[in-house]
Nanobody
Framework: QGQLVESGGGLVQPGGSLRLSCTAS????????VHWFRQAPGKEREGVSC???????YYGDSVKGRFTSSRDNAKNTVYLQMSGLKPEDTAVYYCAANLDCSLAYYAIDYWGQGTQVTVSS
């Protein structure tokens, strides 16, 4: 049974940086599109980014130019490098895998458990 595990969340000051990791076990993450979603209390889930199997990347408007997604296939891991963090980036961040970035959060084969990111002074 495959699973995704996120790590790297925490408390950071505005303007700071964090790198989230999404590591797969039990399956080859390289064969999946990997999404990052986030959800803040009282708000709807928001798509943050997607990296395709061929390493094309897509970002939500609110994070373009500040967040970057990348893969390390040797580690079966996808990263989300976040910089220029703002208080409105505070949320639980989830990684998820499916077969195409265009599917967004439909037909998700694997979900991570989530990691909290808090941006506050």
């Amino acid at each position: 049974q495959g699973q995704l595990v996120e790590s790297g969340g925490g408390l950071v000051q505005p303007g700071g940086s964090l790198r989230l990791s999404c590591t797969a076990s039990g399956f080859n993450l390289e064969t999946y599109a990997v999404h990052w979603f986030r959800q803040a209390p009282g708000k709807e889930r928001e798509g943050v980014s997607c990296i395709s199997q061929s390493d094309d990347t897509y970002y939500g408007d609110s994070v373009k130019g500040r967040f970057t997604s990348s893969r390390d296939n040797a580690k079966n891991t996808v990263y989300l490098q976040m910089s220029g963090l703002k208080p409105e980036d505070t949320a639980v961040y989830y990684c998820a895998a499916n077969l195409d970035c265009s599917l967004a959060y439909y037909a998700i084969d694997y979900w991570g458990q989530g990691t909290q990111v808090t941006v506050s002074s």
